[in-house]
């Protein structure tokens, strides 16, 4: 390792942990959209798998750095028939710097067909996540609220969607120190965040597709946050 980048990593780091004890970190990112290639009757359900990598960058004190991030993220939900769907999410990304981030939401949307192989969604749910850096740990949690539309063209389908986090509370931890000094515990400043996403997915057969996605923090002044995340992999009907 340079010693630029490690000057880039030290960086990283701090500027994440001055950005929990300035702004607050809230948890966000869009849920899954309940994409059905083909319409369908009764309860059905799906689940998908997909490895993503993407870009953080971090701003403070005049500073900025930016680092890779990589993990993955598991989806699954039930389509009940009616237009109503539960749809859940857990993602797990870490950073060069040792900072990790898991995600967990559940969301219910109802999705309505407004032409056409062209629908309409809009959902509600909650979500909760887990911040953890080299000097501190980060606890939040908050009301998600998402809407989209969705589309289907032969064997291909896909979505864009807005999901926006109210968090509605937010705790941190300190587990060592900042530049000589302790990390105090208890409750930060709260930050709404919002992203937006796009699937594209094309149906390998009746119930296996490849799936491809692209989100992005486009709401939140916050400090450090996913600048772009992608993600690849399979998502499997039942």
Same mark, same amino acid.
């Given at each position: 390792?340079?010693?630029?980048?490690?000057?880039?990593?030290?960086?990283?780091?701090?500027?994440?942990?001055?950005?929990?004890?300035?702004?607050?970190?809230?948890?966000? $990112?869009?849920?899954?959209?309940?994409?059905?290639?083909?319409?369908?009757?009764?309860?059905?359900?799906?689940?998908?798998? &997909?490895?993503?990598?993407?870009?953080?960058?971090?701003?403070?004190?005049?500073?900025?750095?930016?680092?890779?991030?990589?993990?993955?993220?598991?989806?699954?939900?039930?389509?009940?028939?009616?237009?109503?769907?539960?749809?859940?999410?857990?993602?797990?990304?870490?950073?060069?710097?040792?900072?990790?981030?898991?995600?967990?939401?559940?969301?219910?949307?109802?999705?309505?067909?407004?032409?056409?192989?062209?629908?309409?969604?809009?959902?509600?749910?909650?979500?909760?996540?887990?911040?953890?850096?080299?000097?501190?740990?980060?606890?939040?949690?908050?009301?998600?609220?998402?809407?989209?539309?969705?589309?289907?063209?032969?064997?291909?389908?896909?979505?864009?969607?807005?999901?926006?986090?109210?968090?509605?509370?937010?705790?941190?931890?300190?587990? $060592?120190?900042?530049?000589?000094?302790?990390?105090?515990? $208890?409750?930060?400043?709260?930050?709404?965040? $919002?992203?937006?996403?796009?699937?594209?997915?094309?149906?390998?057969?009746?119930?296996?597709?490849?799936?491809?996605?692209? &989100?992005?923090?486009?709401?939140?002044?916050?400090?450090?946050?996913?600048?772009?995340?992608?993600?690849?992999?399979?998502?499997?009907?039942?």
């Amino acid at each position: 390792m340079n010693q630029t980048h490690m000057k880039n990593t030290n960086l990283f780091i701090s500027s994440a942990v001055a950005s929990i004890l300035c702004s607050g970190f809230a948890i966000a $990112g869009p849920s899954t959209s309940a994409v059905q290639p083909a319409a369908t009757t009764g309860i059905t359900g799906y689940a998908k798998a &997909q490895a993503v990598t993407g870009s953080g960058s971090l701003e403070f004190g005049g500073d900025s750095a930016s680092e890779d991030i990589s993990g993955g993220r598991l989806d699954a939900g039930i389509l009940f028939g009616n237009g109503f769907s539960l749809d859940g999410r857990y993602e797990h990304v870490e950073a060069e710097s040792n900072i990790n981030q898991d995600e967990a939401r559940l969301l219910l949307n109802y999705t309505k067909e407004i032409a056409p192989n062209f629908s309409a969604f809009v959902g509600a749910g909650y979500g909760t996540q887990q911040l953890d850096a080299v000097v501190a740990n980060l606890n939040s949690d908050g009301i998600l609220v998402n809407l989209g539309v969705e589309f289907t063209s032969g064997q291909f389908f896909g979505s864009l969607f807005y999901t926006h986090s109210f968090t509605t509370d937010a705790s941190l931890s300190g587990t $060592g120190g900042l530049g000589g000094g302790g990390l105090a515990s $208890g409750s930060v400043e709260e930050e709404d965040i $919002g992203y937006l996403e796009a699937n594209l997915g094309y149906q390998l057969n009746e119930r296996l597709a490849l799936v491809a996605s692209l &989100q992005s923090q486009v709401v939140g002044d916050s400090i450090a946050q996913k600048d772009w995340l992608a993600g690849l992999g399979l998502r499997f009907g039942f």
